[in-house]
């Protein structure tokens, strides 16, 4: 009777193995049940968090009649060290801003080879609006902050974040969908935007279309939001 009383309660046979040969005093006993007692909360809130994201996803596949083809997924971006330069595009519509952070990024290129400096990594892109249109900025990873380029380069810590994030495969010309999608997970899973969305490009060689993108949406919890 005991055994039975014991696994129902979540005890492992080793455990309850222990248990019955060690004959616990009360104290004990009472201690192992507190921790059998957290272990079950953690497991219950892990359970109902899931909960919340097949809710989520249910209710998505409902509005759009397709199961989604990206994953989000919520992460610490750790700060880093860029250099940058920057750029007014006139709104944040893909006609606007790729005129603006392509040649961007190809005069930052050069001068970085000119100069005889590797990126740290990836190219990042992130915009930030402006009394006249949007300020577009196109960075590279670095790994010093001694660094000479000329006018118009800017060397910039960017912060760490907690960021939604999701895989993009294709041109970001034709994101505004995926975008959009991010913006209804982070709502339906109790976040809300807290900064300038970025966009790390994983892969940028060849045509546009080819292009594997990694958005990252910093988020914190919304207000009275559980988790």
Do not use: C
Request: aromatic share 6%; glycine share 8%.
């Amino acid at each position: 009777n005991r055994i039975i009383a014991l696994k129902d309660l979540g005890f492992t046979l080793q455990q309850v193995q222990q248990i019955l040969e060690q004959e616990p005093s009360v104290d004990e006993l009472k201690a192992m049940l507190r921790m059998r007692r957290a272990e079950l909360e953690s497991r219950v809130r892990a359970d109902i968090e899931r909960l919340a994201r097949v809710e989520a996803r249910i209710s998505i596949i409902e509005r759009e009649g397709l199961m989604p083809t990206n994953e989000v997924v919520i992460k610490q971006i750790p700060p880093v060290k860029v250099v940058e330069m920057r750029g007014v595009a006139a709104s944040y519509e893909p006609d606007s801003i790729t005129p603006v952070v392509g040649p961007l990024f190809e005069e930052l290129i050069q001068r970085l080879e000119a100069a005889g400096v590797m990126p740290a990594g990836p190219g990042i892109a992130y915009y930030e609006p402006v009394s006249d249109g949007v300020l577009v900025h196109a960075a590279f990873p670095i790994g010093t902050d001694s660094l000479d380029l000329g006018d118009g380069v800017y060397i910039v810590d960017l912060p760490e974040i907690e960021a939604a994030t999701l895989i993009y495969h294709g041109s970001m010309d034709h994101a505004d969908r995926v975008v959009q999608e991010l913006a209804r997970w982070i709502e339906a899973h109790g976040y809300v935007s807290s900064g300038y969305a970025r966009e790390v490009y994983l892969e940028a060689m060849g045509p546009r279309d080819q292009w594997v993108t990694e958005l990252q949406e910093p988020v914190i919890k919304a207000a009275g939001a559980k988790g």
